[in-house]
């Protein structure tokens, strides 16, 4: 939790920085399937301390990200982006994790109209607040509630530049995230904790400007 703190603190410190500096901006919109490993679901009844497992799921992914490249500060390398996205980790749960990511490229396939490379393999790291809403069952248990959580984004991907202004890209995605709900039990509540390791296939379309 420290760690991915002071990442955030990072990746807020450059965008505040960065209108200073000359920048090529970009608008990316993506889908694709997001596969949820198998977890397992802790909770505690009559003192005791309770598992139960939970089965893995696919569902469908849909994201928006937002950023820009800095071409000044001799780092034409490094970019800064917020993202937004939605998944399904679970039958009964609804997943949006708002992420703040640093980014790196490199390009390949330069020319005079190409000049930060037709073909840009990439990296992403970053931290995110993830709104994960319960609202039917997560294992053998009912509940009703969201929680809020920082997360880990990381992303490795290629994009190609269809013109000077278009590029399509496809990129893995994985996430990390423990949310906590309270959950129906014995006509009580109680807090009922799992994690969500989720891997993503994406495929999108970038707008550079």
Known sequence: MRRLSILLSVVLTVLVLAPAASAEWFADAYLGPAITSSSTLTFTTFG???KQSLSGRSSPLFGLRFG???EDFDLPWLGVAADVSYFRPATDVQTVPLSLLVMARYGFLKDDEF???RLQP???LG???FFSNLSGA????EGSDTSADVGLDTRVGVAFMIDSSWAAFTEYRFTHVAPTWDVKVFGGTTPASTTFNTHHVI???SYRF
């Open 48 to 50: 005791e301390e309770q």
């Open 68 to 70: 820009r490249w800095l």
């Open 115 to 117: 000049k930060a490379g």
């Open 122 to 124: 990439y990296v992403g």
């Open 127 to 129: 931290g995110a607040l």
């Open 138 to 141: 997560i294992g053998f248990q």
């Open 203 to 205: 495929l999108g379309l």
